[in-house]
T-cell receptor, first 114, second 114 residues
Framework: AQKVTQAQTEISVVEKEDVTLDCVYE???????LFWYKQPPSGELVFLIR??????QNEISGRYSWNFQKSTSSFNFTITASQVVDSAVYFC???????????FGAGTTVTVRA | NAGVTQTPKFRVLKTGQSMTLLCAQD?????MYWYRQDPGMGLRLIHY???????AKGEVPDGYNVSRLKKQNFLLGLESAAPSQTSVYFC?????????????FGEGSRLTVL
């Protein structure tokens, strides 16, 4: 069963537009962790952020911001004033259960056009 | 800084052939993982290890074997390759088992089975 759903398969924007990536997760655990990873065209996976289930504060890091809402089981990611270098596949992931293994969503491909 | 290194980066196999992917990390991490990435499916966990000499099954373990004889190395073996195993394989390591622990990924190994 898919624990992490990224409903948007692809998003295409023009540079300087904002883009929001949706992530919805499923869990029965009270303690869990959420992550976002970026995979640029070069292929490597780059860690962006982690959030534990007890911390619902939104976070901003430069042009990136994250909105964690337990009430809707969502952990959305916004890129403000997008740039061409933001073009990548973005993965949301959930860590839960006995071993806290990481489960990834299917990913959202973001294309930023100049 | 090497981080996580995977070899080989590319390989083409014929159905029924065997091969081993090697993952090496120099960060003294206890935990190591093998994922496969397929279009539209995100990353799926094949096997993982919580320490030297231990291995455990992930989400899609069938057709693969692993070994962790040394803390820094995690080997993924395909005894009899099948076309369904055509994929990009990622090795990762972490200091903590999932919870809150950032995964550090290798650059990926692209395997094609004809």
């Amino acid at each position: 069963a898919q624990k992490v759903t990224q409903a948007q398969t692809e998003i295409s924007v023009v540079e300087k537009e904002d883009v929001t990536l949706d992530c919805v997760y499923e869990t029965r655990d009270t303690t869990y962790y959420l992550f976002w990873y970026k995979q640029p065209p070069s292929g490597e996976l780059v860690f962006l952020i982690r959030r534990n289930s007890f911390d619902e504060q939104n976070e901003i890091s430069g042009r990136y911001s994250w909105n964690f809402q337990k009430s809707t089981s969502s952990f959305n990611f916004t890129i403000t004033a997008s740039q061409v270098v933001d073009s990548a596949v973005y993965f949301c992931a959930l860590s839960q259960g006995v071993d806290y293994k990481l489960s990834f969503g299917a990913g959202t491909t973001v294309t930023v056009r100049a | 800084n090497a981080g996580v290194t995977q070899t080989p980066k590319f390989r083409v196999l014929k159905t029924g052939q065997s091969m081993t992917l090697l993952c090496a990390q120099d960060m003294n991490h206890e935990y190591m993982y093998w994922y496969r990435q397929d279009p539209g499916m995100g990353l799926r966990l094949i096997h993982y290890s919580v320490g030297e000499g231990t291995t455990a099954k992930g989400e899609v373990p069938d057709g693969y074997n692993v070994s962790r004889l040394k803390k820094q190395n995690f080997l993924l073996g395909l005894e009899s390759a099948a076309p369904s195993q055509t994929s990009v394989y990622f090795c990762a390591s972490s200091l903590q088992l999932g919870q809150g622990g950032e995964l550090f990924f290798g650059e990926g190994s692209r395997l094609t089975v004809l």
